[in-house]
């Protein structure tokens, strides 16, 4: 399985972000944390160059123990108060044509 998606998606009510990697275009992952609260999709990058999704996503974590972030559960879910770490992390790696915030909506029937 090529991981070649990121995102980054929220609970509104939690307060709480996830971000994530996955493979395709990415909306079947994201149907799967919807179910569970997380109603919007903050990043949904496509088609990354090989690698990239991995170590991006490793760049935040490492970010994130750097400032004693604590996960709000699992390794991936943290307060929404670390989002603009988040979002900087994916500024520094990921090349920026591609980071422009441009959420897609779930589609019809997800």
């Not at 996830?18 to 179910?35: E, M, N, P, Q």
């Not at 990354?48 to 123990?65: N, P």
């Not at 400032?67 to 520094?92: C, Q, T, W």
């Amino acid at each position: 399985m090529d991981r070649d998606v990121l995102y980054v998606t929220r609970n509104p009510v939690t307060c709480c972000v996830k971000f994530g990697i996955t493979s395709r275009d990415g909306y079947a992952r994201l149907r799967t944390h919807r179910v569970d609260g997380f109603t919007e999709v903050l990043r949904l990058i496509t088609g990354l160059s090989e690698g990239l999704a991995v170590l991006t996503e490793q760049k935040i974590k490492r970010a994130l123990a750097m400032v004693d972030a604590k996960p709000m559960r699992g390794r991936e879910y943290f307060s929404d108060e670390h989002l603009a770490l988040i979002e900087n992390e994916i500024g520094n790696w990921v090349p920026a044509e591609l980071t422009t915030p441009d959420p897609k909506p779930f589609p019809s029937g997800g």
